[in-house]
């Protein structure tokens, strides 16, 4: 692997930059693998990246139906946060935070991360009485978080409106979360799991499974047969028809969760802000542009797009928190399809069939958990059991009633 | 935006309808085990294809009512009443050919805006 420093980029300058390489391989299909990843996206590149890294296999491919970075990856809005209530869910997401904090040096590749705080608005008495339940919790899983008074807000982002249709009165921030390029973290685990020597295949299709005797042998994709006995789902929103193809069915809801941006503007906005009453979270990202998002589309859906109402109470909201934005015009709208869980808990671990694991179950909030899901599938792989942070994660936690809602207690939707 | 066609009130924006998730899950019998149990309160089939699904009119008729809408083109390819038994509708095709009359209606004009 060519690795990127200062160095190297003045050299490559020096010789017109005609000797930069492609950042990973473009391999042929093999018979077969030890490991095969379905799913080229964060979590999937993530858990190829820790089982070359941390576990040494070498022999392992991540199949892409379409191209790294063209899905849930690439489409939401980089908020990275582990600002969670239950212990079990705190523990996984600062695990996840903690390996962002050193993720751009562990891929020699700047993913930009950028801890500005994420403050967490009340509109009301009850609302801040929640919150500071929510902050003593988090603090309680020795996770950062700081309630804020009204002047306090006001001090760090000195744009947002206090007094709109619904004053705020209060909130909590926890100052290590932020936010990171998400091309970036995508394209650096890819990088570094090809230069670990996996094979990674865009426009490989799974469309069946080898399965024997209640366990997994290999897949069948577009690209021909690949034989492996262990091979992890990790396909997001395709979930559910994925594991149909395994004869599994899931409790996961697929809808589509939009996001939008507008025309770039110079840095106004410097912490991420969210407001679960109006229903909108909003940041600007290093470009300059206004990055927000808001409620899902609630209705089962593949189409990744968002319609007209969803967009249209996000953008009310945003400007009752900041009327400033008001001229600014929306460059961008897009929609990522989120594969929702009862609980909005993860649903990660062992299946019923031997040899076949799964990563899913993410809804509305992946992105902060790519290293974390990554590390502990890794593990969960060559163990055959679940990673200790996952183990109340598995598909078995809905029959026992060992539910862990977090969808109360982690701010918008999720 | 979808426009759904309430077979009460005719077809109306979106935003005038609250979802309610898949339609026709049978409610296993007392005597079901947990996993079975389980599975009727959380796993879902969530089609890439035709879904039937339920609706509210909430800001409307205040009636539930189901609809078979394809999840990748969002098209509406049926509306009937609860208890009603779904149509057969071809689950492979992608923009399956509308069975429905999306006739514009208004409050008072006595017409239905439902299937005919």
Redesign the interface.
């Known amino acids: 692997m060519q690795r990127y420093s200062f160095f190297n980029l003045a050299r490559q300058a020096l010789h017109g930059n005609a000797g930069w390489q492609p950042a990973w391989r473009e391999p042929d299909v093999k018979a077969g693998y030890d490991v095969v990843v379905i799913g080229g996206g964060g979590h999937g590149l993530a858990t190829a990246y820790y089982l070359a890294r941390n576990h040494g296999v070498r022999n392992i491919a991540v199949l892409e139906k379409g191209w790294i970075g063209g899905g849930n990856s690439g489409r939401n809005t980089q908020v990275i946060r582990s600002n969670y209530f239950y212990p079990v869910s705190s523990a996984f997401y600062d695990h996840s935070l903690k390996l962002y904090e050193g993720l751009s040096r562990e891929l020699n590749f700047n993913v930009m991360l950028s801890q500005r705080g994420l403050i967490a608005l009340a509109h009301s008495e009850h609302e801040l009485e929640m919150n500071r339940r929510w902050a003593n919790a988090i603090r309680m899983n020795r996770v950062d978080a700081e309630i804020l008074t009204p002047t306090q807000i006001k001090q760090r982002v000195p744009i947002i409106n206090l007094q709109g249709r619904f004053p705020i009165v209060g909130g909590f921030i926890q100052p290590r979360a932020g936010i990171a390029r998400h091309d970036a973290v995508v394209w650096g685990y890819a990088r570094g799991a090809g230069a670990l020597g996996v094979d990674i295949l865009q426009g490989c299709e799974v469309l069946g499974f080898d399965l024997a005797e209640g366990r997994v042998r290999g897949v069948k994709t577009s690209r021909g047969r690949i034989a492996a006995d262990r091979v992890v789902m990790s396909v997001a929103g ?1 979930s ?2 994925l594991a149909r193809r395994a004869g599994l ?6 809808m589509a969760l939009q996001a939008m941006v507008t025309e770039p503007l110079k840095p106004v906005l410097n912490a991420v802000v969210i407001s679960a009453a109006v229903h909108a979270y909003v940041s600007q990202s290093d470009r300059g542009e206004i990055v927000m998002g808001g409620g899902a589309d ?6 990744q797009r968002g ?3 969803v967009m249209q109470a996000t953008v009310g909201a945003v400007l009752e928190l900041f009327p400033t934005f008001s001229r600014l015009r929306l460059m961008r709208q897009w929609a990522g399809m989120v594969d929702v869980t ?1 609980d909005t808990t993860p649903l990660m671990g062992l299946t019923p069939i031997d040899g076949l694991y799964i990563n899913c179950g993410w809804g509305t909030g992946g992105y902060k958990a790519i290293p974390a899901g990554g590390d502990t599938m890794a593990y969960t792989v060559m163990h055959n059991r679940p990673h200790p942070l996952i183990e109340r994660f598995g598909l078995d936690r ?4 060992a539910l862990i809602d977090e969808g109360a207690a982690a701010g918008v939707a999720h | ?2 426009r759904i066609p309430c077979p009460y009130c005719g077809v109306r ?3 005038e309808f609250t ?1 309610g ?2 339609s026709h899950v049978t409610r296993p019998a007392f005597a079901a085990t ?2 079975e ?3 009727y ?8 294809g035709i ?1 039937y ?1 339920r609706w509210g009119h909430a800001y409307g008729c205040g009636r539930w009512f189901n609809v078979a ?1 394809h ?4 098209e509406i390819v049926a509306a009937y009443r609860m208890g009603e038994q779904p149509p057969v509708i071809d689950q492979g095709q992608r923009g399956a050919t509308p069975t429905l009359d999306f006739a514009e209606d208004r409050e008072g004009t006595g017409k239905r805006g439902a299937p005919v």
């Not at chain 1, 809905?398 to 009633?401: L, M, N, P």
């Open positions: 395709h559910s028809v069915r899931l409790p996961i809801t697929t609630v209705y089962n859906s593949y189409a319609a007209l109402p009862p809905f029959a026992r009633g | 935006m979808l924006d979106e935003p979802f998730g898949p947990d996993a149990w389980a599975d309160l959380f796993n879902r089939d969530n089609p890439k879904h699904e809408r999840t990748v083109t969002h």
